[in-house]
């Protein structure tokens, strides 16, 4: 049966919309296929490499081979970083993220002395840089990874509190939540049913983009000593061992080259929920 003009029209308006959509899904795929590929690894390493992380695997600060494909360092290790600094990114974000939403939504919904002394206390923390300020509190508490994921806790915990206190502001003065508070909606329920489900967008985005960062932020305490400790097999820690092999330059580059993919990684699916919750944002094929 032949096709309507409007048919026709659509048809060709999907199929020329089609392209567009590929090239705007390309992030999106290529940071899901990287993430995945990193997470399927540290799920299954045990199953397909024949070496333990933190015993010798042969001859020590061997080039790259067909035996080690990137090469063996001082402990002969393979690269299993990943089971560490993933781990410590989901902890750090899951535990931030929540400190800071509650704070935030708290803050931004009493107002006055509440919304003032959350607020400070976020502004001090925020007054220092990160890195500066997670180095002071791991040197505090002494290295390892557990005392990094409290250090970058604190750090990032005011990012997500200020985040969503911003986005309670613009959400409580809407229609629907004057018409809750008329209808006598308890307080509680006003914040957690009609306000905080609107915040959660720009969350979600600046939580996915900074899992790199935080990646990247505990590596670098561990290549100064303040994070994991040798024979660790994780990321900063292996490159602060290549650092002191200048000539053996296979050991730094494996755990290099997995911090920028995974930090290019969840910079591409970030920026893609981005498109997905702000249609505005997306940019012209």
Avoid at 16 to 31: D, K, Q
Avoid at 155 to 162: C, D, T
Avoid at 175 to 198: F, Q, Y
Avoid at 236 to 260: D, K
Wanted: aromatic share 8%.
């Amino acid at each position: 049966m032949a096709l309507s003009i409007s048919q026709i029209f659509v048809e060709r308006r999907r199929r020329l919309r089609l392209p567009r959509f590929r090239r705007r899904s390309l992030p999106l795929i290529l940071g899901c296929v990287i993430v995945g590929a990193f997470v399927l690894a540290a799920l299954t390493i045990d199953l397909w490499t024949p070496y333990d992380p933190v015993a010798l695997a042969g001859r020590r600060l061997q080039p790259p081979s067909l035996d080690h494909w990137l090469g063996t360092d001082a402990l002969g290790r393979t690269l299993y970083g990943t089971r560490y600094s993933l781990p410590i990114a989901a902890l750090v974000l899951s535990v931030g993220v929540t400190i800071g939403v509650l704070f935030g939504a708290v803050a931004g919904f009493l107002g006055g002395a509440v919304d003032a002394a959350i607020m400070r206390l976020a502004d001090i923390t925020l007054s220092f840089p990160p890195i500066l300020l997670a180095m002071a509190i791991a040197a505090s508490l002494g290295p390892g990874l557990f005392h990094t994921a409290i250090a970058l806790i604190i750090v990032w915990w005011p990012i997500y509190a200020r985040l969503m206190r911003a986005q309670v502001l613009n959400v409580k003065v809407l229609e629907h939540v004057d018409a809750a508070v008329t209808s006598g909606t308890p307080p509680l329920r006003i914040l957690v049913k009609h306000i905080v489900p609107l915040c959660w967008a720009p969350i979600l985005v600046n939580a996915s983009i900074d899992v790199g960062q935080v990646v990247l932020l505990a590596s670098g305490l561990s290549f100064i000593g303040l994070g994991a400790q040798p024979p660790t097999p994780e990321w900063g820690q292996m490159i602060a061992e290549g650092a002191a092999s200048f000539y053996q330059w296979w050991i730094a580059l494996g755990p290099g080259l997995a911090i920028l993919l995974i930090s290019l990684a969840f910079n591409f699916l970030g920026d893609s929920v981005n498109d997905l919750f702000d249609p505005r944002s997306r940019r012209p094929a």
